[in-house]
């Protein structure tokens, strides 16, 4: 009997260590499970970090998006608001009535307190004679610029020294496969590039404008280049184009460029006289005679002496227009983009005349 009282002891002590000795083990284990796990999830979050760096879009990229101002008075074709859109096919479709207000001028020619109306988001007026600018508004905001880009088409192809006379066939490459915009111009028709050239600026034809970079030596990719070394060449920074036709939104500029570029295609005398021909006709295959009208009404007002005319218009550039005109005896240059409504851009003209004279007739005062 006192043999079992003294054994009853050890028995106990040796359960509890053994009973010690395994909490430990489980602990240990726990802690290894948990370890793995922790470095996994490391491992994962530095991955994601890494992938999503990847998609972030550089500097250079984010910064030229935001350089192109968009319209303010576009709107989806179902008339919902294109930021209410999930759907990002949605035609983008003008706004016609106008819901802007006076637009203050900066311009150390105006009198206290004036202001003209213009209905276009962008307007830039100067002086090319003395460089001195009449009316500045948001001339530095990069916009599309829609058929404005034939203007600079012309200035190749008039400097290029092509042989004017030279046969050009419309093909179809020069269909539009991205606006599906109409032509009275069908694929194998065959004009002059003087013809060419001329429908292109005198009533903003398409196809003519494309086959004149298609049969430019070096084709269109040359043509285009071009384009981009004459824009930089005249000091036109923010400006890019990608075709001749300005059915792209991608061919951009500002209002201030377009102005360097008015001053450069108002020293050739063809360029001055198709812009301004009030209509013409041309003959097609089998001596079928066409006629094209200027798509500027003002050059047929004999109360305006116009040198360069041209407008423009796709959805997403609005209703735009380039002239140089003189008023009180100086050469004007006059830009206005996105105007927000059909009619609103010639409005925008006379509107600038008379600012232009008026303020002109008080300083002389």
């Not at 726990?30 to 990847?54: E, M």
């Amino acid at each position: 009997m006192q043999a079992t009282r003294n054994q009853a002891p050890l028995w106990v002590l040796a359960y509890t260590l053994m009973f010690i000795l395994s909490l430990c083990l489980n602990a240990s284990a726990q802690a290894q499970t948990q370890q793995p796990s922790s470095r996994t999830h490391s491992a994962k979050k530095t991955a994601s970090t890494q992938q999503s760096a990847k998609k972030k879009p550089t500097a250079k990229t984010t910064a030229r998006k935001s350089k192109v101002a968009q319209r303010q008075s576009l709107r989806s074709a179902t008339g919902r608001s294109s930021a209410a859109s999930k759907n990002g096919h949605k035609v983008q479709v003008a706004l016609r009535e106008s819901r802007l207000g006076d637009i203050t001028p900066r311009s150390s020619h105006s009198a206290p307190g004036s202001s003209a109306q213009l209905r276009s988001e962008a307007a830039f007026v100067i002086d090319l004679q003395t460089s001195a600018v009449l009316y500045d508004k948001n001339s530095t905001e990069v916009r599309p610029i829609a058929s404005i880009s034939k203007l600079m088409t012309a200035l190749i192809v008039a400097e290029a020294r092509l042989p004017m006379d030279e046969m050009l066939s419309i093909s179809e490459d020069d269909v539009d496969r991205l606006r599906h915009s109409r032509s009275r111009l069908a694929v194998g028709t065959r004009l002059s590039r003087a013809d060419m050239l001329h429908l292109a600026l005198m009533s903003s034809e398409n196809r003519a404008a494309h086959a004149l970079g298609r049969h430019y030596p070096g084709g269109l990719p040359a043509f285009v280049r071009a384009m981009n070394d004459k824009a930089r060449a005249l000091g036109m920074r923010n400006t890019h184009f990608v075709e001749p036709t300005g059915l792209s939104t991608d061919n951009v500029s500002t209002p201030r460029d377009l102005a360097k570029l008015l001053a450069a295609v108002n020293k050739q005398a063809l360029i001055h006289r198709y812009t301004t021909d009030e209509s013409y006709q041309v003959a097609l295959n089998g001596g079928r005679q066409l006629t094209y009208n200027n798509t500027n009404g003002l050059v047929k007002n004999s109360n305006w002496d116009i040198k360069i005319s041209k407008t423009g218009f796709i959805n997403e550039a609005g209703e735009c227009l380039v002239m140089v005109t003189r008023i009180d005896n100086r050469d004007v240059a006059m830009v206005f983009l996105n105007s927000t409504g059909r009619y609103s851009r010639i409005g925008d003209a006379v509107r600038m005349r008379n600012y232009v004279e008026n303020n002109t007739l008080l300083a002389m005062l």
